[in-house]
């Protein structure tokens, strides 16, 4: 019988295991609900800021049979506070969000602070992945990143920056770079700390919004550069990105990720049609994970990986109000397959 860990490296690795893995990355993909936050007795948004309860949630998403993993933070709001913008921290029915840009123009990236990983939630984070690498063992650890183009459009108002990836190319290059190097510097900081996976979502990153050319040009690059600033000796990274991919499979295959991931919009036959030597995550649907049954639940489950899904997981956050029991049964489903 493999571990979780053994299970998830085998396939991050493209190499055939017993059955797919079953995780729920953390960051933009978060698991927290209101059902798991009474059954651990820890709620939001006090463990956004407390590394113990921070651990102690992720614990009980592996502990009640959820998902096989451990995955932090549970928000996508942690690289843009660190770098100066300004953040409601929601409650324990709404996430973390932003709030107060810090620059009005990619021209004035200056006005961004670099990360400091020593402190604020970036350390809460990294605190939080020391303890699970210290109390737990055989389950992967997942930290997690927000992608740069969804980082830079938390940090000035998007539709601003969108205009201006046209209109200042070159300045939007350099707003990037820097942009960049602060999540590689957040990733390096994970793995350090026990992360075994890095998972990067992206959902600002579309091919929908940007169009091929842009997507390749902003998107591509940069996911690029951040995968490749990271460790030769992590266990491997996920890359999830929103939207359609017709326009953009192409480009897509081009990331240097381990694993690609896609939310439900993407029919996972037609992915796995168009990628066919890549390893494959999704995409279970979380609106029926929130408003579905048991039964429904498992039938999706059970067509993601007849479609060609190598990991099985939520196509993105989980609703608060999803069901407890709704949620087991994507691993219960894969277990009596």
């Known amino acids: 019988m493999l571990t979780p860990k053994e299970r998830l490296k085998m396939i991050m690795e493209g190499k055939t295991a017993d059955r797919p893995a079953c995780i729920c990355p953390g960051g933009m993909m978060n698991m927290v609900t209101a059902d798991l936050m009474r059954e651990a007795d820890v709620y939001l948004p006090e463990a956004h800021t407390d590394a113990r309860k921070m651990a102690e949630l992720a614990k009980a998403v592996y502990e009640r049979d959820c998902f096989e993993n451990y995955g932090v933070p549970f928000c996508m709001t942690v690289e843009a506070e660190s770098m100066g913008a300004g953040i409601d921290m929601g409650s324990d029915i709404y996430e973390p969000h932003v709030v107060r840009y810090v620059t009005d123009s990619v021209s004035r990236f200056s006005a961004l602070s670099p990360i400091d990983v020593s402190k604020g939630r970036a350390r809460v984070v990294l605190d939080a992945i020391r303890i699970l690498k210290e ?166 489950t059970k067509s993601c990986v007849k479609n060609g899904s190598d990991i099985i997981s939520p196509a993105c956050g989980l609703g608060m109000k999803s069901p407890l029991v709704n949620i087991q049964a994507v691993l219960s489903s894969l277990k009596e397959a």
């Open 135 to 300: 109390e737990t063992e055989d389950v992967p650890i997942v930290g997690n990143l927000t992608g740069p183009i969804s980082t830079a459009g938390s940090l000035m108002e998007p539709v601003i920056f969108y205009k201006e990836l046209r209109k200042k190319n070159r300045e939007a290059h350099a707003y990037m770079e820097f942009i960049t190097e602060q999540l590689i510097r957040f990733g390096r900081a994970q793995i350090d700390a026990g992360a075994d996976v890095i998972a990067i979502s992206d959902p600002s990153g579309t091919g929908e919004i940007l169009g091929p050319k842009y997507f390749k040009e902003f998107v591509v690059m940069y996911i690029n550069k951040l995968l490749d600033g990271l460790q030769a000796e992590k266990m491997g990274t996920i890359v999830h990105i929103c939207g359609q991919m017709s326009p953009v499979y192409r480009e897509v295959d081009e990331l240097h990720s381990s694993v690609l991931s896609f939310d439900s919009v993407v029919p996972m036959k037609e992915a796995r049609e168009h990628l066919k030597e890549r390893v494959l995550m999704g995409n279970v649907s979380t609106y029926v994970l929130e408003f579905g049954s048991p039964e429904r639940v498992g039938s999706l």
